[in-house]
């Protein structure tokens, strides 16, 4: 998704624009958290500003990230639908400044759009139908409504309990 300052100037400053991206697996081998994404749509409207040389792009982006699940570790389909306002500079931005900065008068939205995604990925998430072991040799799953904790005495602290009968 490039787009060249004279492109945009032909198009009078102002387009819409609606393109699928696709990612390659490999982007997503060095994250944990995100085992891919399909699907991507992203569409919107640039307008061009010639006083400041600045393209202010709102941008939409639709599709479904592929999680591993938090409990299993299989994949979970999770739709996502972000909405962003994004400023291109094609001069040399000002550091402080939320802008990114065109390179060579040409504006790439696909960076943009990933770290927009990579923003919206969710800490965890579970499928639906996560079958998982209830206990095992030595564990347990607790849930909260089982409160026997109080009655339960560690053995290496029950001659304590003595020591406090007064």
């Known amino acids: 998704m490039k787009y060249s300052l004279q492109w945009i100037i032909k198009h009078k400053g102002t387009f819409d624009f609606e393109e699928e991206i696709t990612f390659p697996c490999e982007m997503f081998e060095k ?4 085992n891919g994404l399909k ?3 992203v569409s919107g ?3 061009l500003d010639t006083r400041d040389k600045r393209l202010y792009v709102d941008l939409n982006i639709k599709g479904t ?5 938090a409990l299993t570790l299989e994949d ?9 306002t994004e400023v291109f500079s094609f001069e040399k931005p000002d550091p402080l400044e939320d802008v990114h900065e065109a390179k060579k008068d040409v504006v790439d939205f696909t960076p943009v759009v990933f770290s927009n995604i990579m923003l919206e990925v969710p800490m965890r998430v579970v499928k639906d139908d996560a079958n998982i072991k209830e206990s095992g040799k030595g564990w347990k799953i607790l849930d909260g409504q089982e409160d026997n904790d109080e009655e339960y005495i560690d053995p290496r602290l029950a001659k304590l309990k003595d020591y406090f009968k007064q």
């Open 45 to 47: 409207t640039g307008n």
């Open 39 to 41: 699907d991507v749509i």
């Open 76 to 84: 979970v389909d999770y739709p996502f639908d972000i909405d962003s």
């Open 65 to 69: 990230m592929i999680l591993p699940c």
């Open 31 to 34: 994250y944990a958290h995100i």
